[in-house]
């Protein structure tokens, strides 16, 4: 819920912060603890290229909104944070986030905006996290995998978080989280192919699986552009039209619902924002940095604005995703 005004200007609805006494991670978490190593941040022995104050300080991201134009910054927790193991103490690790990060953003002059955390295994607590979410100022929504195992937005526990969502009017952030297989395990391919291939995933179940239709309501954001998403529609559009499998679960084509989703900025590559613009249209397109990591896109406001919808929409998007 946000009921104290926010900030003015443009609105980077994707950006990540921990506080350094949550780095040891959820239980279960599938990769090693993040550590602050003489100022560098790693996760396990991976070194992930930013300094670990980045992710942590308050400060820091103010500095870096300012230098970066942006007006309002929408935190939410890492992906390497998200609790998808099912373990003692995850209920525990989402209270401490979801309530440090409420301090943060109701003491920042409506310049910080957060998106919190569930406890993804277990419906009923999830609920529970969601209701005080929603009744807490300043917290506009939560941040969840795209995946979660083997299923996605259309089935399982995540399709349960999202249909609380709605009912609560909470706005919905999906995430990648980096998983690995063999053949990604050189040149960071994990990232650079499993990172769009796992949110491409969670917008063709959402689409096919005809969870918008559904949940009319629900304000639904991918980031990194909806990664293959926009290359792969018409794809998708084709095979619903041809085969009775695709569209067994939907009544409308993919090309119908795709507008009526959100899409962040980080697309690294100004003819793919406007490929994105041009199937999801303005309305839908929001502005997004991916801060702290080494994958932010450069100068996000300046790139949304000159190959993308201009500020004056991208802001008014993002209020809409918000609920304000």
Known sequence: MISAPIADGVIDVHAHWLPAELFHLPPG?????????????????????????????????????????????????????FPVGAAAGTDAYVAAFNEALSAVVSDADGRLVGLGMVSLDDPAEARAQMEQLAGTDGMAGIAIPPLLAGRS????????ILTDAEDLRLAVLVHPMQLSRPEWSHHYLANLIGNPVETATAVAALLLGGVKEQLPRLRICFVHGGGCAP????????????????????????DEVFGELYFDTVTHDPHLLRLLTAHASEDAVVCGSDYPFDMAQSAP????????????????????????
Do not use: C, K
Not at 231 to 250: F, I, Q
């Open 29 to 81: 978490a599938p990769y090693g603890p993040m550590q602050d190593r003489d100022g560098a941040l790693y996760l396990g022995d991976i070194p992930l290229s930013v300094p670990a104050r980045a992710m942590s300080d308050v400060g820091d991201i103010l500095t870096d909104m300012r230098t970066a134009g942006v007006g309002v910054r929408v935190l939410s927790a890492p992906p390497f944070a």
């Open 153 to 160: 937005l259309d089935q399982g526990p995540l399709r349960r």
């Open 301 to 324: 406001v300046r790139f949304a604005t000159g190959h993308g919808p201009a500020a004056e929409a991208l802001t008014s998007n993002a209020r809409a995703f918000l609920g304000l």
């Open 231 to 254: 290359g792969l529609l018409g794809r998708w559009t084709h095979g619903w039209h041809t085969r009775a499998d695709v569209r067994r679960h939907s009544t409308r084509p993919p």
